[in-house]
């Protein structure tokens, strides 16, 4: 019972870095630093998902959310990033 | 087993933590691909290592090893393919007090 508040502690300073993320996907200049910032959102949501599995003790469940997340992250960076390599940005 | 688990899961958080501070202070593009592209790697590896320990052997944790390897595979390379992306649209790296760079002429030739 103490490993999954432990759990739940670790959940809530991941949605603070989440926040502080957001920061620099709403205001940072450029279509880049938008892109790197829903990289990281996305990873530290990886990780949530997986502690909230635990959490909630469905953790068969949410391994499986969590690995299509995680292939949804990387092909929505590779290819936003092959996107605008052939178009080019203007700044 | 718990113990270890605790302590893998804070170093992971000590990762995060560290990259979303470079994250947000770092001064242009590159340097803040160099804080989060290695830091977030290295944490979410830590933390599912943890989290894996924790659930002991079974289809569940060989899974989120899986999770694991395939993060150490893919996101050094999604930074890679956004690094270079912003390389050739040409984006300058920041230098200190706006000095130029010594290849600026010769990329800019190539392009």
């Known amino acids: ?13 991941m949605g603070l870095l989440v926040f502080f993320c957001l920061y620099r996907v709403v205001y940072g200049p450029g279509v880049f630093n938008r892109i790197i910032g829903v990289n990281v959102i996305g990873t530290k949501t990886l990780i949530i998902l997986v502690l909230m599995g635990f959490i909630y003790r469905r953790i068969d469940m949410f391994v499986d959310i969590s690995l ?3 292939l949804l992250n990387f092909i929505v960076t590779i290819a936003a990033s092959i996107y605008f390599q052939r178009k080019g940005v203007h700044h | ?3 270890l688990t605790i302590l893998l899961i804070s170093v ?13 202070r770092f001064p242009d593009f590159y340097s803040r691909m160099h804080a989060t592209g290695k830091s977030d790697t290295l944490g979410a590896a830590l933390s599912l290592a943890g989290l894996a320990l924790y659930e002991g052997f079974s289809l569940t944790s060989i899974k989120i090893l899986i999770i694991v390897i395939f993060i150490l595979m893919t996101s050094p390379t999604a930074t890679h393919a956004l690094l270079r992306a912003a390389f050739d649209s040409g984006m300058l790296p920041w230098t200190k007090g706006g000095q130029p760079i010594r290849d600026e002429e ?3 030739g190539q392009k």
Not at chain 1, 1 to 13: A, G, H, R, T, Y
Not at chain 2, 12 to 24: A, E, K, Q, S, V
Request: aromatic fraction near 20%.
């Open chain 1, 1 to 13: 019972m103490i490993v999954e508040d432990f759990f739940l502690i670790i959940s809530l300073i």
């Open chain 1, 68 to 70: 299509v997340y995680a």
């Open chain 2, 12 to 24: 992971g958080i000590f990762f995060f933590t560290t990259g979303t501070i470079g994250f947000l």
């Open chain 2, 106 to 108: 010769v990329r800019r």
């Open chain 2, 1 to 3: 087993m718990i113990v």
